[in-house]
């Protein structure tokens, strides 16, 4: 009897463990692009194009990121001012938060962790971490690297990529 309850017990748990183990490795890990048609853009020969439902603080961050996405990487490019001739991560970042309204000075990677509002947003996503910091906006991942062919400076990609230790902050409102 006490063997076919445990059967029984094992039967009963194993997909309980299984569902909460898939979640808890998932969770976090990668970010990955998924298209949705009116919620995510895409990319046209290195260029981000915009769902046309975006709003348009999202619409002058794409912008942004397209005036920058063939610049070349520099260390600390884009911290000085805005309008820079190369730019790092955390200064591309800026760059295209401050064409959307949200950011008033440029800052650093670290200083993203503590961004905005905690979690993923609706429209803008901020991925950071002490030494780096990669966005999302409508979907397109926004970043100076990572398994791109050409990832000299800032890009946009539709690439995953690894986000386990981030902080995930958004905007508010986007």
Not at 42 to 56: E, F, K, M, S
Not at 59 to 69: D, E, K
Request: charge should be positive; charged fraction near 20%.
């Amino acid at each position: 009897m006490a063997a076919m309850t445990r059967t029984i017990l094992t039967f009963l748990l194993l997909p309980l463990c299984l569902l909460l183990c898939q979640c808890g490795s998932k969770a976090g890990s990668k970010w990955e692009y998924g298209f949705v048609p009116g919620k995510t853009g895409i990319v046209i020969d290195g260029q981000a194009v915009p769902p046309a439902n975006a709003p348009a603080a999202v619409l002058r961050a794409i912008s942004a990121g397209n005036s920058i996405c063939k610049k070349p990487y520099r260390r600390g490019g884009g911290h000085a001012r805005f309008e820079d001739s190369a730019y790092d991560c955390s200064g591309a970042v800026s760059y295209v938060l401050h064409a959307a309204g949200k950011l008033d000075e440029p800052t650093t990677s670290s200083s993203f962790r503590g961004y905005g509002k905690s979690g993923p947003g609706k429209w803008i996503t901020v991925y950071a971490r002490k030494g780096h910091v990669f966005m999302e906006v409508a979907g397109i991942r926004f970043d100076t690297g990572y398994s791109d062919a050409d990832s000299s400076g800032p890009r946009w990609s539709t690439r995953s990529r690894p986000s386990k230790g981030y902080s995930v902050r958004h905007p508010s409102s986007l």
